[in-house]
């Protein structure tokens, strides 16, 4: 209703679900396209609103009255893309045409050789801006785009039937953009196998990890054990992937060495936002060093500045830190219809103008950008300490008992606490070895259950070298994931921590001693 839609394109099953409930809500409506040749009349439908299958559509293209096409300028907004909503209300980001032309100029000349011979598997939602760049950097470029989904994209993904192949199995992409939640499951699945190795393959396998990992950090190739050991490992992405891009919230330098290894390619970090057209910085290919974003795109400038309440100076020795701005001409028109906001995080200095991201990065060197905070994300303990949620999140994500976790604080309280979606796999070895029944349900409610597990996250948590005070006290299972149609993750996994302090209000009570 924002933006006053008058057209909607969809599918059938999303027509009679989602959107025929909310049709009366939207009264700019006029065009429902349905993209196969679904039937045109729909009983029960308003009468002022048209549905067109993709052949009528076609049709009305060849008539000579809709043959006038109208050039548009650079200026002129080509997406209202909205904010994941990660931290608040979703808000909608005006992306010009020179933007997106911009945003994918720079993306585009930090991956090597991209050309007709690629192949790129798209599976995250053209929602995220992410996806929509990288899709649009593909088609720039002649590469062929294969879709699919998180579901089926490996041949062990859920909707993918026993016997039969995932899309990355029958698609053999060469290019792929990967949320960290996805890298994440990729690492602890293989990681399981592994542990269900026999003694001498598993051997095996670790010494190959780390003789290549210890040639890599030399700049060495190894031929050798990428075909004898990490083959079968490298299929599991169709084996011919030559370049992976990580995106849309921090890797853990576990798992981004583990994807450089084992899957015989560069790992490129990628740091943009939707407000910056997806543009910020790309790791070049030959750095295999973890944690770091890279160096600006041509796109893009790179600034810092003070944030004198979370300790963070430009000044800082021996790395100048502070909140990080963007500028250059893939920075956004701004907020749709929210000037309020538009000053808030938009600033145009001497011609240039400049997006305030709210995450905070400090300057190697040798010009590369690492991410080590969020204002947002950062929480003062009652007896002064700050912890920054999203570190311990990223830190204790590595834990294969762990599917998923929200770390939580206020300053009001003295200790963190937790709510964490356990390994169904691990879990249930864990109650079988401590004795612990009940159904899987019963399991996460169970008070001793809760204990156990949180004697493993606090043993992770101190290999991790976390700082006790950022170890989760108590914790809170949950026996249901967090997937986008929960409403607790956006569709990048990305954690929506207002809906989750919702959802778990009287947990947060009780681990915090009010009942």
């Known amino acids: 209703n924002e933006t006053e839609v008058s057209h909607i394109i969809t599918s059938r099953e999303l027509l009679e679900t989602r959107l025929k409930f909310i049709l009366l809500e939207v009264p700019r409506l006029q065009h429902i396209i349905v993209v196969d040749n679904t039937p045109t009349k729909w009983p029960g439908y308003p009468r002022d609103i048209s549905v067109h299958n993709m052949a009528t559509v076609q049709e009305l293209g060849t008539k000579p009255e809709n043959g006038k096409h109208v050039c548009p300028m650079p200026s002129d907004i080509a997406v209202i893309m909205y904010t994941s909503g990660s931290t608040g209300v979703p808000k909608g980001v005006m992306i010009s045409h020179s933007n997106i032309i911009a945003g994918i100029t720079g993306m585009a000349e930090r ?39 998180p579901q089926t994209l490996a041949d062990q993904s859920t909707k993918i039937k026993k016997g039969s192949k995932g899309d990355t199995s029958v698609l053999q992409p060469t290019l792929m953009a990967a949320v960290p939640e996805i890298m994440d499951r990729i690492y602890k699945n293989v990681m399981t196998k592994v542990e269900e190795m026999s003694s001498a393959q598993r051997t095996l ?10 040639q890599l950090s ?19 992405l169709g084996g011919k992937t030559r370049v992976l891009l990580s995106g849309g919230a921090p890797l853990s330098a576990a798992t981004q060495r583990f994807m450089n290894v084992c899957f015989c390619c560069p790992v490129g970090q990628g740091y943009g936002l939707t407000e ?7 790791s070049e290919m030959w750095d295999y060093s973890t944690g770091r974003v890279g160096g600006p795109l041509v796109c893009s400038e790179i600034k810092l500045k003070d944030w004198v309440e979370g300790g963070y100076h430009i000044t800082d020795t021996p790395t100048p830190r502070g909140e990080i701005l963007i500028g250059g001409p893939n920075v956004t028109m701004g907020y749709y219809k929210n000037e309020a906001k538009n000053q808030d995080f938009f600033v145009d200095e001497n011609g240039q103008r400049w997006f305030c991201t709210g995450d905070v990065g400090e300057v190697h060197p040798d010009g590369c950008l690492k991410i080590i905070d969020r204002k947002k994300d950062l929480v003062k303990l009652q007896a002064g300490e700050y912890v920054s949620l999203g570190k311990v999140e990223a830190m204790l994500k590595n834990c294969p008992l ?48 809760e204990e156990v597990v949180l004697q493993v996250i606090t043993e992770a948590a101190l290999s991790a070298q976390l700082e006790r005070f950022e170890i989760p006290r108590k914790i809170r299972l949950s026996p249901d994931p967090w997937t986008p149609e929960t409403g607790l993750v956006t569709e990048a996994f990305k954690l929506k921590r207002q809906q989750l302090k919702s959802k778990y209000q009287d947990d947060i009570e009780r681990m915090y001693g009010g009942k």
């Not at 995250?124 to 720039?140: K, T």
């Not at 762990?402 to 200790?415: F, G, K, L, P």
Request: hydrophobic share 40%.
């Open 111 to 149: 991956i090597p050789n991209l050309g007709e011979n690629d192949t790129y598997i798209g599976y995250l939602p053209l929602a995220h801006v992410l996806e929509l760049s990288a899709e649009l950097v593909c088609v720039a470029h002649g590469c062929r785009i294969g879709y699919s989904s």
């Open 205 to 214: 396998f670790t010494l190959a990890y780390n003789y290549k990992l210890e």
């Open 218 to 236: 030399q700049g060495r190739s190894t031929p050798l054990c990428d075909n004898l050991v990490f083959k079968k490992v490298r299929s599991l």
């Open 276 to 282: 910056t057209c997806g543009a910020g910085t790309i």
């Open 402 to 449: 762990i599917d998923n976790i929200c770390a939580y604080a206020n300053s009001d309280e003295m200790y963190v606490i937790g709510f964490v979606v356990p390994n169904q796999k691990h879990l249930l070895l864990l109650a079988e070895q401590y004795r612990i029944r009940g159904s899987w349900e019963e399991l996460c409610d169970n008070a001793a259950m």
